[in-house]
Each structure stands twice: as structure tokens, then as C-alpha cells.
């Protein structure tokens, strides 16, 4: 299959292919854990890369961005004070991020279970 045939989810047929996560999926993913977190953060998009401020009471809290390397994405989460921290995926990053924004809010898990119909 020809890269511009591709229509997947993770596949990108545009300008945005060249870019580790598409503008528009980074901006969904950070507003949305934004808004589950109730971090009262506000958030600040580069238009022309994935990148993100997020500010409370005007001063910067966070920075996310994604960039492509030859290996693969990197995750970048940094704050005022503090190294910067590379992430090979976002798991990681949204973690590390989750403890910036809001440090009282403990680590959320996932579980999955089979329904037996009982």
C-alpha cells in the first residue's frame, strides 16, 4: 500500500505526516486530559508545531511537545526550575505531566475484565 493510499487512524496523508502526532490529535489529547484532570490550567498551542503551554494564574506551569526522531516520537514535558524530561511514548509523559499540573491527584489505572454475562 502506497503512504498516500493509507487512511488508518495513525497514518497521516498530508502536511502533517512529517510531524510526530498530527496538530489536531495533540491538541484533543492535552484539552482532554486538561479537562479530566480539573487542572484549572490554561493551555496554549503553538500553531505551527505540537507544542503547549499550560499557564495557571498567567504564569507558565508546563510545557508538552512531540517531535519526530529517526527512531520513533519523543515526548517532552518540561516546567520552570525543573530538566526537562524525554518520553518515548505518551503514557509516560501524560504521568509526568499529571504530576506538574496537579501532584495531590494520584496515578489513575486501567482495568479490564471480561464480561461473562453473569
Known amino acids: ?16 505526516s512529517a510531524l510526530a502526532v498530527p496538530p489536531a490529535r495533540f491538541r484533543v489529547l492535552l ?7 480539573e487542572s484549572g490550567a490554561e493551555l496554549r498551542f503553538d500553531p505551527a508545531a505540537p507544542r503547549c503551554r499550560f499557564l495557571r494564574d498567567g504564569a507558565e506551569a508546563a510545557i508538552v511537545s512531540v517531535e519526530r526522531q529517526p527512531f ?4 517532552r514535558v ?3 526550575g525543573r530538566r526537562e524530561r524525554a518520553h518515548a511514548s505518551v503514557l509516560p509523559a501524560l504521568r509526568g505531566l499529571r ?3 496537579c501532584p495531590e491527584r ?11 454475562g453473569a
Open 72 to 75: 520513533g516520537a519523543v515526548w
Open 31 to 37: 484539552e482532554g486530559v486538561a479537562a479530566a484532570w
Open 99 to 101: 504530576g506538574l499540573l
Open 106 to 116: 494520584p496515578g489513575g489505572r486501567v482495568f479490564f475484565a471480561r464480561d461473562d
Open 78 to 80: 518540561a516546567a520552570p
Open 1 to 16: 500500500m502506497r503512504a498516500e493510499d493509507s487512511t488508518g487512524p495513525d497514518r497521516a496523508c498530508d502536511a502533517d
